[in-house]
């Protein structure tokens, strides 16, 4: 078949015609979109809960949202170096109170978004240590060793801490980890009605799972209770009125957190589909954070 001039200008016009449609989609997403959003966060399991709703939360007002994971230190950083723009993670104000002190000018604190949180050593309710002070004397039932977290958290350095002022340095060792690898330590010694301690902080869903309690600490070594912060950079509120606006009015309980966490620990569960579930869920306190008082 013999192609005519005609025929191929048709068809330069349709390619064009495609090229020019793809195109002001493109431009009307992004007229659509509000801007781009990055929020930082650590791999707890209550961070990634509450990180989770509220990209949820920021992409039905029309954001664009990233979430990055990260180190708690080198969250602080981002947020403080404009590499993020805020996050909901900090706790405080004793895990996080150096990263605070470092960059705590570079960083807008909003304040709690979380009340009732805490630190400190657990145990299964049937292990016979009701105080910190006796690990020195009872060691040898726990294998020598607390299960920690990530090297470098907030919570591992408040627990080194921990360990000198009660004087265990002699007898008992401390794992670093990560939170998965804490509480699967933890769901395998259960199963097996062994003894073990861990590092640990509520909210957390193991509360929900298994009978835990906390080892007195007369010494006060992991401080009182804590809060969860919210944090943003510097200037968010001039580029982005309105997510400041909802990053500043997010507030939440440990119950509605631990709702959310329960949902996350089922098998084949998505964090942000289950975030997504909750937010359609409770309109109610999503449009206090949308709409209530900044």
Do not use: C
């Not at 960083?107 to 240590?129: A, H, M, Q, R, W």
């Not at 199963?191 to 640990?200: C, F, W």
């Not at 007195?216 to 992991?222: G, H, M, R």
């Amino acid at each position: 078949m013999t192609r005519t001039p005609l025929t191929k200008a048709v068809r330069y016009g349709a390619i064009m015609i495609a090229a020019g449609a793809g195109l002001n989609a493109g431009i009307a997403q992004a007229q659509d979109s509000k801007g781009d959003i990055t929020l930082a966060y650590v791999e707890w399991s209550s961070e990634v809960a509450s990180t989770n709703v509220v990209r949820a939360v920021l992409e039905e007002q029309g954001y664009n949202v990233k979430m990055s994971s990260l180190s708690a230190a080198a969250m602080w950083q981002a947020v403080a170096y404009g590499d993020a723009d805020g996050m909901v993670a900090a706790w405080l104000p004793s895990t996080h109170e150096q990263y605070l002190k470092e960059v705590g000018d570079e960083v807008e604190n909003l304040g709690p978004n979380l009340e009732g949180t805490k630190l400190g050593l657990v145990v299964p309710s049937y292990t016979d240590i009701s105080s910190i002070g006796e690990l020195d004397d009872k060691a040898d039932v726990v294998n020598d060793e607390i299960v920690g977290i990530d090297p470098g958290a907030g919570l591992m350095n408040l627990t080194e801490k921990a360990i000198e002022e009660y004087s265990l340095g002699d007898a008992i060792n401390l794992q670093s980890g990560s939170g998965a690898t804490m509480t699967a330590a933890l769901d395998s010694a259960i199963k097996n009605d062994e003894d073990i301690v861990v590092a640990g902080w509520t909210p957390h869903w193991m509360f929900a799972r298994w009978d835990l309690k906390y080892l007195d600490d007369p010494k006060n070594a992991y401080g009182g209770a804590e809060h969860i912060n919210t944090v943003v950079r510097q200037g968010l509120k001039d580029d982005m009125p309105e997510a400041y606006a909802i990053l500043d009015n997010f507030e939440w309980t440990p119950d509605q957190m631990g709702e959310v966490m329960l949902m996350n620990q089922e098998e084949g569960s998505d964090p942000y589909e289950n975030a997504k579930k909750w937010v359609d869920e409770h309109p109610d306190v999503v449009d206090e954070w949308v709409n209530g008082d900044s």
